[in-house]
């Protein structure tokens, strides 16, 4: 369950969390990225709709990955956590260079997963080299720690946010999506405070932060995304706030990225596209 | 029309930005504080309706500091730029110890008060000492920038902000009120882009900022102070965005500060209420 946390891993495969509604009739820059990644018309990605209530969810990424020319895609259907021990689906699985988790609700993804051979075998797929990406719910679900969820607004507020295990890609981030369009912020600053060693990922929606083996977090899409650093908080009243209550955080670093823009998790540097990071 | 920014003018009266809604029949620790801090029963407010359209804002005013022990109360009636003008009104704030600002309209303030005799007297009591309030539009205009009207939502976006010219009273500062209530770190974070010499103060409802002579500022009130401060920003993107792209901030720092912390806007440390500011 050790999630893959150094920066020497070279050989895992990215992890890329999508904010949600990423363009699907348009330039598609988020997905045509994922496919090339996958390895394009050599590629094979397994579409996991678990998070969905919707059965066509499957199906709608499975047509619009081989639109956009992977070499093969395969609906897996994990529906019960009985179904995420199936030998049949499992084998599928281990064929993948690319594992896609649809959105809906990180809930449903957390129980009918979570702890189950389709879990462990997500994890060994990614320290492998095998890229895995999430919308919206799958985003939130790939770190240790998901945000299983929270109340609007941008002041932290002590029990507005609800942390859950997730599939444990990384413990690296906790991720957000939908930033901008529900107003979250204060949402993943009370989740970060709770401990200041992740960094908070708020994604805003048709934008995708692409995480590299080396941690370097690139941004693609039109939005943008918010990287909480908490590194150098200061001062922290979480722990005596009663629930509803504000609370005071000091010295939080923000960043704002949009496309091109990279934040290595690594060394907490952030830079623009085209502009050199500046040493620390 | 030069604004007060010497961290020297101690003479100078407290500024008090108040989020909105604050108490009126609780505790009104905000009210209580700033009745206080204008004489109490030797304190003379003086109460500018302005920005509101409804006659009745005046003398709920009156009666809530009234309520609250102050000396003396009176409604000034600056509805029109000729009133604004008037030697009997002029006459009146001048004897004042506190002037507050109500809530309507920040625009509706700028083009009655701005560049009156009325404007000018405000800023030459606060000089010489006199306490000036404001909540709401009130608050957005006390200071030289003031933010007009934005849109919502947490990503910094070109075009999402009009700023316009405030009171003058400080130029250290750039209020935006109902913060958290109306999701409003995104107008702020771009207001500040502009030029990220001001500090951002994003008040919640029923929250205020009371910043003294010596530019300490001080949180009043049930919500936070969220302070925006751009001193470290590395990179925007500000100047090459279109309306409507998500700009790029890299290096905000970020505090939420609730009741007792203070924020110096001159060494720009942030320190919760008990806990020592930390050197730097």
Known sequence: ???????????????????????????EAILKRFVQLCGGRDGHIAVIPTASELRSTGRR????????????????TFETRKQCEDPEELAILEKATGVFLTGGSQLRLGTTI????AAKTIRLLSERGVHVGGTSAGAAFLSEHMIAFGEEGSTPRAGMVTLAPGLGLTNRIVVDQHFRQRDRLGRLLTAIAFNPFAVGVGLDEDTAAFIAPDETLEVV???????VDPSRIEYSSLDA?????PVSLLGVTLHVIIKGGVFNLHSRIASAA??????E
């Open 221 to 227: 899409g039109s939005g943008a995304v918010t990287v």
């Open 241 to 245: 706030a009663k629930v509803g209550d």
């Open 274 to 279: 085209g502009v050199p990071a500046e040493g």
């Open 1 to 27: 369950m050790s999630p893959e946390t150094g920066p020497d891993n070279l050989s895992r495969g990215y992890i890329v969390p999508i904010g949600g509604a990423e363009d699907k009739v348009g330039p």
């Open 114 to 117: 979570g702890g189950t051979s």
């Open 61 to 76: 990424y499975e047509e619009l990955f081989k639109s956009l020319r992977i070499g093969k895609v395969s609906i897996l």
